[in-house]
T-cell receptor
Framework: GENVEQHPSTLSVQEGDSAVIKCTYS??????FPWYKQELGKGPQLIID?????GEKKDQRIAVTLNKTAKHFSLHITETQPEDSAVYFC???????????????FGRGTSLIVHP | GAVVSQHPSRVICKSGTSVKIECRSL??????MFWYRQFPKKSLMLMAT?????????EQGVEKDKFLINHASLTLSTLTVTSAHPEDSSFYIC???????????FGEGSRLTVL
């Protein structure tokens, strides 16, 4: 089955700095890689995702890159703000479209702390 | 964006009682929903995969008779914790897969406390 490793487990940055979270996966059949942000006491919220036919995707201060050959993908947050503080989870899955089985495998999470 | 409603957000019950948690996809159809359990400062632990109109598939170690899952429609799945005990206290989260796009969206979670 799929195995997703996520690093670092904790990331502390100063407001305005960039933050990078990295994940690796093992199953070359995985084709969908979402990232989730979870604030304390709430459910995870999808913030960005990337599919295997794309190498990079950007949405304002958030970007995700994917290297299929090396089987790793990363989340980049620029100009961090205190409200970015949360736990971030990466995930990998196959069968993204239609009736695919799609059981996502999650990383262990990264606790991002942005100091004002 | 797509919305998944999970209810109740918090529930406190006495040991031995049963608790039902609902998960609804509000603006999309979800053939497949997932139920997770999350311990403090830990990742999401998949409990079961719920498929509309069929029996749920449980992960190893999860008691299907204790955690009853029903997915009777394309927009609703329920998790019933039967004969709850204090060790069942946890944060339970559902997610729903958009049948058209395949994207996965989470509910807000339900904090269960068993006294």
């Amino acid at each position: 089955g799929e195995n997703v490793e996520q690093h670092p487990s904790t990331l502390s940055v100063q407001e305005g700095d960039s933050a990078v979270i990295k994940c690796t996966y093992s199953d070359s059949a995985s084709n969908y890689f979402p990232w989730y942000k979870q604030e304390l006491g709430k459910g995870p919220q999808l913030i960005i995702d990337i599919r295997s036919n794309v190498g990079e995707k950007k949405d304002q201060r958030i970007a995700v890159t994917l290297n299929k050959t090396a089987k790793h993908f990363s989340l980049h947050i620029t100009e961090t703000q205190p409200e970015d503080s949360a736990v971030y989870f990466c995930a990998a899955s196959s069968g993204i479209s239609g009736g695919g089985s799609y059981i996502p495998t999650f990383g262990r999470g990264t606790s991002l702390i942005v100091h004002p | 964006g797509a919305v998944v409603s999970q209810h109740p957000s918090r529930v406190i019950c006495k040991s031995g009682t049963s608790v039902k948690i609902e998960c609804r996809s509000l603006d999309f159809q979800a053939t497949t929903m997932f139920w997770y359990r999350q311990f403090p400062k830990k990742s999401l632990m998949l409990m079961a995969t719920s498929n509309e109109g069929s029996k749920a598939t449980y992960e190893q170690g999860v008691e299907k008779d204790k955690f009853l899952i029903n997915h009777a429609s394309l927009t609703l799945s329920t998790l019933t914790v039967t004969s709850a005990h204090p060790e069942d206290s946890s944060f339970y989260i559902c997610s729903a897969k958009d049948s058209n796009t395949g994207e996965l969206f989470f509910g807000e979670g339900s904090r269960l406390t068993v006294l």
